[in-house]
């Protein structure tokens, strides 16, 4: 028996709320995070999850700090309001723009007792157990590699440990688009993982710091050296929220277990619809929300 129900088991928003439920709620500023939505409900199929996307105004990773903590805050209080306890900023850019600011400044008056996680922390905890050499590369947008917010928290915890970083400008429009089986993909991505191996040579393990990039897989493997360790973060997320939910009861309890996912987005429900079953390879179900 398949205990996951997607949004056209749950009906509308209100169906889905009125039955009492306290979601964990997953936002992302575009598709990415759908990535890590699929590997969390892998690993916890039995929760409830409201997955929102504000894919009208992506991509945040052009956008300035103070742009980017706005809009993510503001959907973090949507959640809180659609009964969500527990929040994962399932994007890298707005969890290394916006998330240290929303857990020290905002939470305390919003609501102590709720929680907003982000996908950094978990990935940067896992990374030195992938590499051999302790030289790491990290493909990721322009935005997340300008906040310099890798390299910062993995020295904090593996002080050994080397980051190069490479921006891949053009890899989220391409995967968007429907473009990344194309040959015209394969081009930008031996470009940028040509120009990651030249700045560094003893790079053994690359870290993926863009959601959308594990669609971009096989092809990523394809052009590294044979044996290179390529860290994508759905996994080990999931498994961060398992071991958050086990060693935070308190919270665990509050989340509720019915199996059921809604899917939110700021843009139109077509094109979300559409562009959703890039990532998760299913027809889903959607309703528009505004943020404000």
């Given at each position: ?12 928003l ?8 306290a ?8 598709y990415g ?21 504000d894919?009208?105004r ?8 103070e ?6 805050l503001?959907?973090?209080i949507?959640?809180?309001?659609l ?7 399932a ?18 008056t919003?609501?102590p ?6 996908v ?8 030195a ?12 947008t ?6 310099n ?14 980051v ?6 053009l890899w ?9 089986n194309?040959e ?21 393990a690359?870290?993926?710091g863009?959601?959308?990039?594990p ?10 050296p ?7 973060q759905?996994?080990?997320v ?9 060693r ?8 509720s ?12 429900v ?6 959703a ?16």
């Open positions: 028996m398949n205990i996951l129900r997607d949004s056209n088991e749950d009906g509308n209100n169906a889905f709320l009125g039955r009492g439920g979601p964990i709620g997953i936002f992302d500023s575009g995070g759908l990535t890590i939505l699929e590997k969390i409900r892998e690993r916890l199929p039995e929760y409830d999850y409201i997955y929102l996307g894919n009208a992506t991509p945040y990773g052009t956008r300035s700090f742009v980017v903590y706005k809009y993510t503001q959907a973090v949507k959640l809180f309001e009964g969500c306890q527990l929040v994962v900023l994007c890298n850019t707005a969890s290394a723009k916006a998330l240290r600011t929303i857990q020290q400044r905002d939470l305390p919003i609501d007792n709720r929680r907003v996680l982000g950094i922390r978990p990935t940067v905890e896992a990374v157990k992938f590499s051999y050499s302790q030289h790491i590369g990290l493909l990721a322009p935005g997340t590699v300008q906040s917010s890798y390299p910062l928290e993995i020295k904090k915890l593996h002080q050994q440990l080397i190069t970083s490479e921006a891949c400008p989220v429009p391409l995967i968007e688009n429907n473009e990344h194309s015209g993909a394969d081009y930008f991505i031996k470009k940028n993982i040509e120009n990651l191996l030249r700045a560094d040579p003893l790079i053994d690359v870290m993926l863009c959601t959308h990039y669609l971009l897989m096989n092809k990523i493997k394809h052009f590294l044979a044996g290179t360790q390529v860290i994508a759905g996994e080990i999931a498994e961060s929220l398992s071991d958050y939910l086990r935070h009861p308190e919270m665990d309890q509050r989340c277990k019915m199996g059921g996912i809604h899917y939110l987005t700021t843009e139109s077509e094109k979300f619809t559409s562009s079953s890039i990532f998760l390879h299913a027809e889903i179900q959607a309703e528009h929300i505004e943020l404000e």
